[in-house]
């Protein structure tokens, strides 16, 4: 296995952290991106791309690269585009 690998598999809840995809509330290490099934809703090139660019250690320092935004944005943008969120009752269309 990885180092990469090994590290987020030993990372454990250290702190509030939720799954990244819009409005999942499940807890995750923060070392993770998300739950295990929304992680595997994303297409393998995405997830490629958070992996790939994803640096042990930036969730705790809290200082992720550019890469690795501009990868978690690709992956925000195609959810939206995707599976678009139902408007939230009581707002405003």
């Known amino acids: ?8 598999k030993s990372q454990g809840q250290t ?3 939720h799954c990244h995809w819009p409005g999942c509330q499940r ?7 998300g739950c295990r099934a929304h992680w595997y809703s994303l297409p393998i090139d995405l997830r490629s791309a958070i992996w ?11 200082t992720p690269g550019r890469a690795y935004v501009d990868a978690a944005r690709a992956v925000q943008e195609w959810i939206a585009k995707n599976h678009p969120q139902p408007p939230q009752q009581g707002t405003l269309l």
């Not at 296995?1 to 987020?8: G, L, R």
Request: hydrophobic content about 30%.
């Open 1 to 8: 296995m990885n180092t990469k690998a090994a590290y987020v």
């Open 15 to 17: 702190r509030k952290h």
């Open 27 to 33: 807890q995750v290490p923060p070392a993770m991106w």
């Open 52 to 62: 790939r660019t994803y640096s042990p250690g930036q969730e705790v320092s809290g």
